[in-house]
């Protein structure tokens, strides 16, 4: 099969799709691949390091599309890029439909297969393509929520772990999944007095394990939440409905009983956010002010660490996409796993969840590919 890897183009995305250590995997198996000039320059990696991997450089992202059978990339397509899709080509990278009904839209009128990262699932059940970037978003929330809570940025001037005789900041992590628990721990790690709030009790018990007592938790409820979020200095949204959109736990009315210059750190914002006065913002431009609490929504924080979160996601998203390239859509229908993660084929939406959260219809595999 003939691969291709564009460059990235989402405002700040240093990521790649396959890093050349990658193309040296496919081009292994017997596929060509190509690759888009400087596409992996936020890496390090020039043209010639793509090369000597086996790839071909072409000089536009519109070659690319052209030539290739499937396109590997790390964000969602924008509007230039799925307007390059045709049918039978196969997309594989993150897409957060759920929110986006104008890529949905696209992604349907174009007749491509596309498989999303955050919904394959593997034997255990868990989104394995979707916990790198949850790990490295989960600890970068802590990084950003410190950086926010400066004065010269509008937050309280507070370090997140306080010093000897002063007291730390108070974090509150609601979810306690794979960004949660990263979260929680970079947190604690720096002193924070820290909260996880999670609606599974089976959960709680193993994070209470896990840290030991050095984290408190809390079962989610209502009044749990709002005591829980107008006493936080920070408060970082880690909640996931696989595919959809996400809840949203924290409303504009909570804000005005919440510290004045506390941080809300939104890392759902890519399914939406689950907080009421969330909106995407970029690594350019992070933050805003609603009701005197600091909002940091980047919908790519992986983004800023480039190096580390290409080389985690191509570990984690290498066999899939080999076992496409190998058999084509014919993998999707072989392997339950991939199967999860398709959510548009010919023209039709294949994943409930999106289709729900979109008010589109949805169409089952078997109908869709009928």
């Known amino acids: 099969m003939k691969v291709g890897v564009p460059k990235e183009i989402k405002t700040h995305e240093y990521r790649v799709g396959l890093t050349p250590g990658a193309v040296r995997e496919y081009v ?7 690759v888009e000039t400087n596409a992996g320059a936020g890496i390090g990696a020039t043209d010639d390091n793509y090369r000597r991997a086996g790839a071909t450089i072409l000089d536009s992202a519109h070659e690319v599309f052209a030539s290739s059978e499937m396109i ?35 992604l349907i009128k174009s007749g491509c297969t596309a498989i999303a990262y955050e919904t394959v699932t593997d034997a255990r ?55 949660g628990t990263h979260a929680a721990r970079m947190a604690a790690g720096l002193g924070a007095e820290v909260t996880i709030i999670d609606r599974s009790i089976p959960r709680l018990r193993e994070l209470d394990e896990l840290f030991e007592g050095r984290v408190r938790t809390r079962f989610s409820t209502i009044d749990a939440v709002e005591e829980e979020v107008f006493a ?27 510290r004045k210059g506390s941080v809300i ?11 009421e006065t969330s909106r995407p913002t970029t690594h350019e431009d992070p ?13 790519n924080m992986p983004g800023a660490v ?46 409930r969840a999106v289709a729900e959260s979109l008010g589109l219809p949805f169409s089952p595999i078997e109908q869709a590919a009928a």
């Open 232 to 258: 936080a200095d920070v408060v970082i949204g880690a909640v996931l409905v696989p595919g959809a959109s996400a809840p949203k736990l924290v409303s504009r009315g909570m804000l005005s009983s919440m």
């Open 265 to 275: 750190v939104d890392v759902a914002i890519d399914q939406g956010g689950c907080f």
């Open 125 to 179: 059940g868990s989104l394995p393509l979707l916990a790198p970037m949850s790990e490295v978003a989960g600890r970068l929330a802590i990084e950003a929520a410190g950086a926010a809570l400066k004065r010269y940025t509008g937050g309280q001037g507070l370090l997140i772990g306080g010093v000897p005789g002063v007291q730390p900041a108070r974090i509150v992590v609601i979810g306690g999944g794979v960004v």
């Open 306 to 351: 480039p190096l580390t979160s290409s080389q985690a996601l191509n570990n984690a998203t290498l066999p899939f996409g080999l076992a496409l390239a190998n058999k084509g859509f014919s993998a999707v229908l072989e392997n339950p796993h991939l199967r999860a993660g398709l959510n548009v084929h010919r023209g039709r939406l294949t994943y």
């Open 28 to 34: 292994a198996a017997g596929h060509k691949v190509v």
């Open 72 to 106: 590997v990339k790390v964000k969602e397509p924008q509007q230039p890029e799925w307007t390059q899709l045709r049918e039978n080509q196969i997309l594989f990278t993150y897409l957060h439909l759920a929110p986006d009904p104008e890529q949905a839209k696209g």
């Open 287 to 299: 933050t805003y002010e609603v009701d005197g609490v600091i909002h940091y929504c980047v919908a």
